[in-house]
């Protein structure tokens, strides 16, 4: 029987990384096939792992020595642990030990914002490195977030000097009908997700503050067209439900000293039937050109509940299900027909 031992500074960290009815300890135990105990010592506490497999033993001792350094800051999301024991498992530790060094900014609260997954770290490092960077995939990896964050950073350092966020005014799925008030007032539905994450930034006040001087302008996508956006951090979110035309233009609305970030997912389109998606076009036109970086998630960069993670897999699997059904069927009708007179 091999056994390892890892130390931690208190009982608050060591629940930290055990999770609720020890559900984190378990999930590792389950992974690894190994026995994770706890007891108190009079430095903090003592986890021993077990197992007959000195190097399941040893991967599980390097998932806890990862959670050890994240418990010692807050409480660590359920995803987490099953992407610290993935990454583990595949041999990618390396890479976990870059988000370290991730932090992008500070929330008003003092909270930092880092990368939580590789993806998302290559994604800023992208955002770093070029001038028009276009994040793809599914819902809950953080794509506008991080972008915010990069904005919000790039005017701090005054690498900028405005914040430009906008989106298409396109329905998901409802007819919302007539919207009261104001301009501002009937356009705030579609761009809320683009406040949420300024508020998280900056605080309300200082927000509503830069909002007025206008160093923060959200508007729709229809708003910018004519436009010259120089010295401008611009985000287009939601870039699936833009139309070839739309997304042409907005690319085109690039400045001296700018820089553009594009997100969407592709699987999440809006636009009515029979309609193309722009950023499903773009992604294929300016593949190649230099200083433009396409960076695509996967569903392992989802930080949302980790039942997301598996409706995103579960939308997968149905989908080439239905490609592969509708192709099938396109061969037996093409397999049929009766070749042509001469």
């Known amino acids: 029987?091999?056994?390892?031992?890892?130390?931690?500074?208190?009982?608050?960290?060591?629940?930290?990384?055990f999770g609720v009815c020890d559900a984190y300890a378990k999930e590792i135990e389950s992974a690894f096939g190994v026995d994770i105990k706890n007891r108190a010592t009079a430095d903090g506490d003592a986890i021993t792992i077990t197992g007959a497999d000195a190097e399941n033993v040893r991967l599980a001792a390097e998932v806890l020595r990862c959670l050890r350094e994240e418990a010692a800051e807050s409480e660590i999301p359920e995803q987490r642990v099953s992407y610290?024991?993935?990454?583990?498992?595949?041999?990618?530790?390396?890479?976990?030990?870059?988000?370290?060094?991730?932090?992008?900014?500070?929330t008003s609260r003092g909270k930092p914002i880092k990368a939580k997954t590789v993806g998302q770290k290559q994604y800023i490092d992208a955002i770093?490195?070029?001038?028009?960077?276009?994040?793809?995939?599914p819902a809950g990896t953080g794509k506008t977030f991080l972008a915010v964050a990069m904005?919000?950073?790039?005017?701090?350092?005054?690498?900028?000097?405005?914040?430009?966020?906008?989106r298409p005014a396109i329905e998901a799925g409802e007819k919302l009908g007539f919207l009261p008030g104001d301009l501002q007032s009937k356009i705030d539905p579609y761009l809320r997700p683009l406040y949420d994450a300024l508020y998280e930034m900056m605080g309300a006040e200082n927000y509503g503050k830069?909002?007025?001087?206008?160093?923060?302008?959200?508007?729709?996508?229809?708003y910018m067209r004519g436009r010259t956006l120089d010295d401008s951090f611009i985000i287009l979110d939601e870039a699936q439900n833009c139309t070839p035309e739309q997304m042409k233009m907005f690319l085109t609305r690039l400045g001296?000293?700018?820089?553009?970030i594009v997100t969407g997912d592709l699987t999440q389109t809006d636009?009515?039937?029979?309609?193309?998606?722009?950023?499903?076009?773009?992604?294929?036109i300016v593949a190649g050109i230099p200083d433009i970086k396409i960076h695509y998630f996967t569903d392992r960069d989802v930080v949302r509940h980790k039942l997301v993670q598996k409706i995103i897999l579960a939308y997968e699997r149905y989908e080439r299900?239905?490609?592969?059904?509708?192709?099938?069927?396109?061969?037996?009708?093409?397999?049929?027909?009766k070749p042509r007179e001469k």
């Not at 770093?128 to 995939?137: A, L, R, S």
């Not at 904005?151 to 906008?166: C, D, G, N, Q, Y």
């Open 128 to 137: 770093k490195n070029n001038t028009v960077v276009f994040g793809v995939g």
């Open 256 to 260: 001296f000293q700018s820089k553009a």
């Open 321 to 337: 299900e239905q490609s592969r059904t509708r192709e099938q069927t396109r061969s037996a009708k093409g397999g049929g027909r």
């Open 210 to 222: 830069l909002l007025e001087k206008q160093v923060i302008e959200i508007a729709p996508l229809a």
């Open 1 to 17: 029987m091999h056994k390892e031992i890892i130390h931690t500074a208190s009982s608050e960290v060591t629940a930290r990384i």
């Open 271 to 284: 636009l009515p039937t029979g309609t193309k998606s722009g950023l499903a076009a773009a992604v294929k």
């Open 84 to 106: 610290v024991v993935g990454m583990i498992r595949d041999g990618q530790s390396t890479h976990l030990a870059a988000l370290d060094d991730s932090t992008v900014c500070l």
């Open 151 to 166: 904005a919000v950073k790039a005017l701090r350092a005054k690498e900028v000097s405005r914040i430009i966020l906008t």
